[in-house]
């Protein structure tokens, strides 16, 4: 699992102090990327290097409780599902232990070095995606 740590600014909310929803896509998309800069290399240096992007197709979130200003968040990020071109990451909000917000993202591996096209996840990334479940006790 990785766990990625915020404090929500007062841009993130609305008049109320309550966090504007389309928020937590956000945060979930930064928590992806900073799990896969661990796990395999920042998403800058894979498309600057390589010609991947890892393009969302679908995410989804449910709202449990509110976030409000000042809040202060982890989202707990871990692999729920690997395919070959895609896999699926599972992103829990937690605020003083409490799941607030859970939710997903599917990416596909995508090459850019010509038109976007979704290819196979490379045999290596997969072992790492695949550890990361053994870790967490999922089995695939």
């Known amino acids: ?16 102090g309550i966090v504007f929803t389309p928020n937590f896509y956000k945060w979930m998309d ?26 969302i197709l679908e995410a989804f979130c449910q709202f449990k409780k509110p976030l409000m200003f000042e809040d202060e968040v982890v989202v707990e990020t871990t692999v729920l599902n690997i395919q070959n071109k895609t896999f699926k990451l599972k992103h829990s909000f937690i605020r003083d232990g409490e799941e ?16 976007p096209k979704a290819m196979p996840i490379p045999m290596e990334v997969v072992e790492k995606l695949k550890n990361s479940l053994e870790k967490e006790g999922v089995v695939q």
Request: glycine fraction near 4%; proline fraction near 3%.
């Open 1 to 16: 699992m990785h766990k990625y740590k915020y404090k929500v600014r007062w841009g993130d909310t609305d008049a109320a």
């Open 30 to 55: 930064e928590a992806t990327h900073e799990y896969l800069a661990e796990l395999i290399k920042p998403s800058s240096k894979l498309f600057k290097e390589d010609k991947y992007a890892l393009p």
């Open 100 to 115: 607030i917000a859970t939710g997903y993202m599917v990416r596909a591996w995508t090459s850019f070095s010509d038109k």
